[in-house]
């Protein structure tokens, strides 16, 4: 069983993996796989290992943004929980709610809130305000952020995550590192559901 501050480490890691590459991910990329790694045991290709910032960036918009004939697997939960597909659906608003009520704004403008990078970077922060309770004998607080977690992925996050990395393992040349993240966020989704005792 992960230790908080290790699913913090993880919730982190994939927020980045998941948001659009930039030189300093390039940089940190052996630091992070590697605390990754020995969190999850899930060993990378070696061609995940050092990629090109532009062949990084050419394969995150093949699988995520454009894509001739349509785009693999959109990074958005209501393309996966609204009926018709609809972007910024009801449950784009019940993400925004999540994060309002945490007192965090949602740049207008910017991309949907329900971002998968967005949402882990939340579940991040919830870990993170759980953890500061608990460091402080809060437990009722440290209690009520971790029901925060239960909910948030129990209704908007687990529901969509597990279709969003199947699709990207189904594209054939997708870039290594994303499929290589994809099998590791479902493993890391499968612990989460134990430890909330949820699926």
Not at 77 to 86: A, D
């Amino acid at each position: 069983m992960l230790e908080n501050h290790q699913r913090q480490d993880l919730y982190r890691f994939f927020a980045r993996i998941f948001s659009y590459p930039d030189q300093s991910l390039i940089e940190d990329l052996t630091e992070e796989v590697a605390t990754a790694v020995g969190l999850l045991s899930f060993e990378p290709p070696a061609a995940a290992l050092a990629p090109q910032l532009s062949d990084l960036q050419v394969g995150y918009t093949a699988l995520f943004i454009s894509k001739h004939g349509g785009v693999p697997a959109p990074p958005y939960g209501s393309v996966y929980l609204e009926e018709v597909g609809q972007l910024m659906g009801q449950t784009s608003l019940c993400v925004l709610q999540a994060y309002e009520g945490e007192g965090l704004i949602h740049e207008e403008g910017g991309e949907p809130p329900d971002l998968i990078s967005t949402e882990l970077e939340f579940l991040y922060y919830l870990v993170g305000k759980e953890m500061a309770a608990l460091s402080d004998d809060d437990l009722e607080t440290g209690h009520a952020y971790r029901q925060k977690q239960i909910d948030f992925c129990h209704t908007l996050l687990q529901p969509w995550v597990k279709q969003f990395c199947q699709r990207i393992l189904q594209v054939e040349d997708a870039n290594p590192l994303y499929q290589w993240s994809a099998e590791m966020l479902l493993a890391f989704c499968l612990q989460e559901e134990e430890l909330y005792g949820v699926s």
